[in-house]
């Protein structure tokens, strides 16, 4: 009897037979080939490890400045130590190694370096990690160079330097495609460098020393951190970056950033997100702090060449915008010296012609401590022989170049609530301002100025080689007095105030404008008077005018009007009148623009009464008053033969007559003055009356007497 445990089955037998015998054979030859695996390392590991053996070092440096003289074209020395490793770690080390420049450049080499150290673990690049344990430049010096024609000495002349990149180089570098998944680094510095750069076409100099740099990266997915500094102009200059994540950049998505800048005359920082590189993307906020703008400007090689005590501490913040073409700093706090605002700006690259778009809001706007001081009347009249009067220096006649406003749009607008110019003080006052296709409009809307207001526009059309402009302003119910006195230091006349005028010229200088000019315009001062003299007590006698005692000489009248054109720069008034109970005050003549000078009568007329202004009832006849030269050095003169005119032979023997009550020489000197003879006294000309009426004259408008 057999049991059935027992039962012998052949065909099962043989099939383990057969899979013992496979196992074995897999086996044996899985072990022969690890054998060779390991067999192939050790010698691929041995071959790494002598290679720098086998190979003479000086053969790698040579073929190192073969390959460098192909691809740029230029020559590289290694005329120190030079030492080369494989395992565990790629690194060459170099001393005194220098880069030849262009040819033409200022200096022979384009770089040097005392030395440096590099060296790049090999075993994580096998899971596409990159590590580099050290890269060490000591001391290098870098020489950057701007030809006249504009050609950076940076543009290599080998044959690889002009291939064009290829499509896996493009995605390179805008940081795709790098094939690596993780990069860190060890001991990443600069030690004691220098950059020079000079621009030949642009005429500047940058040179930068002691520039020391220190790069710190964990990981893609760990901070990034630069930090620098160096000395420009003899300050130092210290630049701070952070980046939250590497690899964020490098796949152009969102990351933290900041930036910052410090050194004595300026100190800047930016703290916000970069959303993409490609196009750039960032917004955040923004500081700038600088002491002194004086000073920085000084320091950065453009010092002011402007009197006075601004240009103190400027300090903006605010919130930084760029989307691709298209920059934004809005929200921002100005603070300028004493001036303090807000305002919100944007520029968009991205059309044909910058587009710039702003708003300023100001406090107060005090432009005194931007001017030169203010000569004394002393000082003003100590100058040179060389030194000429205004009227003597001609028109520009350089050709207006109108070129900037065709290379920009723009639109503007300006609030503020007072502004002081000198003593003069303006109130509230808005300004609007659009350039678009070489078209400029600027627009006053609001300004009040001494109890009234103002508005005016400018158009200015430089499409054309010929410039044009228009010009339009309308002052209202302005206070002449305060106005004038601190604008002039003049408080002489008093009143309400209108003034309008609408002008239009086209040219290419300035002279060309001024010669131009056409135009028309209109002057109206109500309720007021002129001090210094009574117009009335001049008509009824010539002394009374100036010299009566105990009165202050006043002229008070109800309206002081004319109305003006202007034709290829002349001014043509012939309506001035002067309304007065006693007087009428008429006048005519021109402004010669384009010559500078005037030529002007002024006209007294009695009128109603023989007892006016001054108390006195003696007769008398008005004496015009001509004005002309130079308008900066004007003369004031009796037109003497004018007032004869209209004026019979029994009107001024009655005149004469009746200056008997005044003594004698008075009457001889008015004969005098009206015969253009002598006085009592035996001097030529009209005598004490003629002086009395041109030093008031002088002294009332600021002129020369004749």
Same mark, same amino acid.
């Given at each position: 009897m057999t049991l059935a445990g027992n039962t012998h089955d052949p065909r099962r037998q043989l099939w383990h037979d057969q899979k013992n015998a496979v196992i074995y054979r897999e086996t044996k030859s899985m072990k022969k080939a690890i054998i060779a695996l390991i067999v192939i390392l050790v010698l691929l590991v041995g071959a790494v490890v002598a290679l720098p053996f086998l190979i003479p070092t000086d053969r =790698?440096?040579?073929?190192?400045? $073969? !390959?460098?003289?192909? $691809?740029?074209?230029?020559?590289?020395?290694?005329?120190?130590?030079? /030492?080369?490793?494989?395992?565990?770690?790629?690194?060459?080390?170099?001393?005194?190694?220098?880069?030849?420049?262009?040819?033409?450049?200022?200096?022979?080499?384009?770089?040097?370096?005392?030395?440096? $150290?590099? +060296?790049? !673990?090999?075993?994580?690049?096998?899971?596409?990690?990159?590590? =580099?344990?050290?890269f060490v430049l000591n001391k290098p010096i870098i020489n950057l160079e701007v030809d006249e024609a504009g050609k950076g000495n940076w543009v290599f002349e080998g044959a690889d330097a002009a291939e064009k990149p290829t499509e896996s180089t493009a995605e390179t570098a805008d940081g795709s495609g790098l094939g690596i998944s993780d990069l860190n680094l060890g001991d990443v510095r600069i030690v004691d460098g220098i950059v020079n750069f000079v621009d030949a076409k642009a005429g500047t100099t940058i040179n930068l020393s002691d520039i020391d740099v220190v790069l710190t990266l964990q990981g893609l997915d760990q901070p990034f951190t630069a930090d620098g500094?160096?000395?420009?102009?003899? &300050?130092?200059?210290?630049?701070?970056?952070?980046?939250? #994540?590497?690899?964020?950049?490098?796949?152009?998505?969102?990351?933290? !950033?900041?930036?910052?800048?410090? %050194? #004595?005359?300026?100190?800047?920082?930016?703290?916000? !997100?970069?959303? /993409?590189?490609?196009?750039?993307?960032?917004? *955040?906020?923004?500081?700038?702090?600088?002491? %002194?703008?004086?000073?920085?400007?000084?320091?950065?090689?453009?010092?002011? &060449?402007?009197?006075?005590?601004?240009?103190?501490?400027? %300090?903006?913040?605010?919130?930084?915008?760029?989307?691709?073409? +298209?920059?934004?700093?809005?929200?921002?706090? =100005?603070?300028?010296?004493?001036? +303090? *605002?807000? *305002?919100?700006?944007?520029?968009d690259l991205g059309s044909k012609v910058p587009d710039i778009n702003g708003k300023l809001a100001l406090e107060a706007l005090d432009l005194n401590p931007y001017l030169p001081p203010e000569q004394s009347e002393a000082a003003g009249s100590g100058g040179t022989a060389s030194d000429k009067p205004a009227s003597a220096e001609k028109w520009d006649t350089t050709p207006i170049d109108l070129e900037v406003l065709k290379t920009v749009n723009a639109k503007f607008d300006l609030s503020v609530q007072q502004i002081l110019v000198r003593d003069i003080k303006i109130g509230a006052s808005a300004l609007a301002l659009n350039l678009r296709d070489a078209i400029l409009n600027v627009d006053l809307t609001e300004m009040n100025l001494y109890d009234g207001t103002g508005v005016a526009s400018i158009a200015v059309n430089a499409q054309q080689p010929v410039l044009q402009f228009t010009k339009s302003v309308t002052i209202e119910n302005i206070q002449l007095k305060p106005l004038l006195s601190d604008a002039a230091d003049f408080d002489k006349l008093e009143g309400k105030g209108l003034i309008q005028a609408n002008v239009a010229s086209s040219g290419k200088s300035q002279a060309e404008l001024v010669g131009a000019l056409d135009g028309e315009g209109q002057i109206l001062f109500q309720d007021g008077s002129i001090s210094g003299i009574n117009l009335a007590a001049m008509a009824r006698n010539l002394t009374s005018a100036f010299t009566e005692s105990g009165t202050l000489q006043k002229t008070d009248f109800a309206e002081l009007s004319g109305t003006f054109n202007i034709t290829n720069g002349i001014v043509q008034n012939n309506d001035l009148k002067m309304l007065n109970p006693f007087i009428r005050l008429a006048g005519a003549g021109k402004v010669d623009l384009p010559q500078k000078t005037v030529d002007y009568r002024i006209e007294p007329e009695l009128v109603a009464s023989t007892e006016g202004q001054g108390g006195s009832e003696a007769a008398g006849i008005g004496v015009p008053i001509l004005v002309t030269g130079p308008w900066d050095n004007l003369s004031y003169a009796p037109d003497l033969a004018g007032a004869l005119k209209n004026v019979g032979t029994e009107d001024v023997k009655k005149i004469i007559d009746d200056a008997k009550g005044a003594g004698g020489n008075l009457k001889d000197s008015l004969k005098d003055s009206l015969k253009g003879g002598k006085s009592e006294g035996g001097s030529e000309g009209s005598g004490d009356t003629k002086k009395n009426l041109l030093d008031a004259a002088g002294g009332l408008l600021g002129g020369k007497k004749n």
């Open positions: =790698i440096k040579q073929e190192l400045i $073969a !390959a460098t003289r192909d $691809a740029t074209g230029r020559e590289l020395t290694i005329e120190g130590d030079f /030492s080369l490793s494989i395992f565990p770690t790629l690194g060459v080390k170099a001393e005194t190694v220098t880069f030849s420049n262009a040819e033409g450049a200022a200096t022979p080499h384009m770089a040097t370096l005392d030395s440096l $150290a590099i +060296k790049l !673990a090999l075993l994580p690049l096998i899971t596409g990690k990159v590590q =580099i344990d050290e500094s160096a000395i420009w102009n003899n &300050e130092t200059v210290e630049v701070d970056v952070n980046v939250a #994540t590497l690899r964020a950049l490098l796949d152009n998505t969102e990351t933290g !950033a900041t930036v910052s800048l410090e %050194s #004595t005359h300026l100190n800047a920082k930016f703290e916000g !997100a970069v959303q /993409s590189t490609q196009p750039l993307r960032l917004g *955040g906020t923004t500081s700038v702090d600088i002491p %002194s703008v004086r000073e920085l400007a000084a320091w950065t090689g453009t010092p002011l &060449e402007v009197e006075g005590t601004g240009f103190g501490p400027l %300090s903006i913040s605010g919130t930084l915008g760029v989307d691709d073409t +298209k920059y934004s700093f809005s929200n921002a706090q =100005i603070s300028f010296d004493a001036i +303090k *605002g807000v *305002g919100d700006f944007s520029v």
